[in-house]
């Protein structure tokens, strides 16, 4: 794919798959350069900023936060990257998804049977919407 020397916001979102407003916010935190201005004051992004911009897309997909993200970026503009330091930062991360997997296992045990109670019908009574109502207690179950 071939992209022009410089192009606007609409073509950056387009090409990347990130809202333009995700776009304005990843500048704001400066994981994005602030980029050169047109003469009328239109944004002008280079292929550089398509390239950044797909990496903190990537790694948001994959569940980095955007600190990480920042983390990552440093790491990949150093010259001489540490590859030590970015495995310490993934296995950071894969710690985290770990923990969110035994997190969601047990949500979905919880739902399943929320699911399971709930009728389908109309009943005066939904146990789906009392457990939800219920004061916050963990109703959990342990792995």
Known sequence: ???????????????????????????????LPNP???????????????ERLQFIRRARDLGFSVEEVRRLLGLADQKSRSCRAVHALAREHLTEVR????DLRRME????????ECAQGTMPEC?????????????????
Do not use: C, H, W
């Not at 916001?9 to 809202?19: D, E, K, M, P, Y």
């Not at 050169?36 to 398509?50: E, H, L």
């Not at 923990?99 to 035994?102: D, M, S």
């Open 1 to 31: 794919m071939t992209m022009p020397a410089a192009f606007q916001i609409g073509t950056l979102s387009r090409r990347t798959g990130v809202n333009i407003e995700t776009i304005r916010y990843y500048e704001r935190s400066g994981l």
């Open 36 to 50: 050169a201005r047109t003469a009328a004051g239109y944004r002008a992004y280079g292929p550089a900023d398509a």
């Open 99 to 102: 923990a969110k997997i035994v």
């Open 109 to 116: 045990k919880v739902l399943a049977g929320m699911v399971a």
């Open 127 to 143: 146990p789906l919407l009392e457990t939800l109502a219920e004061p916050r207690r963990s109703r959990l179950p342990e792995p």
